[in-house]
């Protein structure tokens, strides 16, 4: 859908969330890898909901809904799951951590 109609990109949810921050959020690996390969990704880095100033970081570093998280056996694969797509994010998007 986003390669027939880029716009959808900027669109956002009731809690101003753009695709790419949804994508992170419930850990979907699909949806991010689809639009990985589109030029405009480092320019939705930057945006934040409304409701907490969250940017994409942010939401990687919250822990997962318990859905995406029980496929995963073990607190510590769960822990490794977690810190990579923390990981992926950071070198996607080009955000500094201290």
Do not use: C
């Not at 994508?23 to 409701?51: C, E, M, N, P, W």
Request: glycine share 4%.
């Amino acid at each position: 859908m986003v390669k027939a109609d880029p716009q959808l990109v900027w669109s956002n949810d009731e809690k101003s969330k753009n695709i790419f921050s949804v994508a992170v959020q419930y850990r979907d690996a699909k949806i991010f890898s689809h639009i990985y390969g589109l030029d405009i990704k480092i320019a939705s880095a930057d945006t934040r909901d409304d409701f907490y100033d969250n940017n994409l970081l942010h939401m990687a570093g919250m822990l997962a809904p318990s859905t995406s998280l029980n496929d995963i056996a073990g607190a510590a694969l769960q822990m490794q799951r977690e810190l990579q797509w923390f990981k992926v994010i950071s070198l996607t998007f080009n955000f500094t951590v201290f």
